[in-house]
């Protein structure tokens, strides 16, 4: 079993920025996929951004492109997520997930990543 922890999330206004961060407490990202999804009442959990069998390319939901950035942190073992240009419709509970074995096709697919965290809410206000 693997633990996965975010932290970051909060309550912030329309165009401003918040910081989640990802870890594993005893694990290692590197070689692993990792991603952010959300999920808002109502709504399928939707597919933020990821990194391939890091340090392996970066992948971003249409939603996301050019506001979100995922970055990692190989000495912290910690996997980012940068949110500028907040809107009130990225108010969601932000999961990160994990995967040793994903592929690429994949990686979009919440049903397909193995681990999860308990989610962390962000909230958008104007």
């Known amino acids: 079993q693997v633990q996965i922890v975010e932290s970051g999330g909060g309550k912030v206004q329309t165009g401003e920025s918040l910081r989640l961060s990802c870890v594993a407490p005893?694990?290692?990202?590197?070689?692993?996929?990792v991603g952010w999804f959300r999920q808002s009442p109502g709504k399928e959990r939707e597919f933020v951004a990821a990194?391939?069998?890091?340090?392996?390319?970066?992948y971003y939901g249409d939603s996301v492109k050019g506001r979100f950035t995922i970055s990692t942190n190989d000495a912290k073992n910690t996997v980012f997520l940068q949110m500028t240009s907040l809107k009130s419709e990225d108010t969601a509970v932000y999961y990160c997930?994990?995967?040793?074995?994903?592929?690429?096709?994949?990686?979009?697919?919440?049903?397909?990543?193995?681990?999860w965290g308990q989610g962390t809410q962000v909230t958008v206000s104007s």
């Open positions: 005893g694990r290692t990202f590197r070689g692993a996929s």
């Open positions: 997930a994990y995967d040793q074995r994903l592929i690429l096709s994949s990686l979009g697919q919440p049903t397909q990543w193995d681990y």
């Open positions: 990194v391939f069998r890091i340090p392996g390319r970066t």
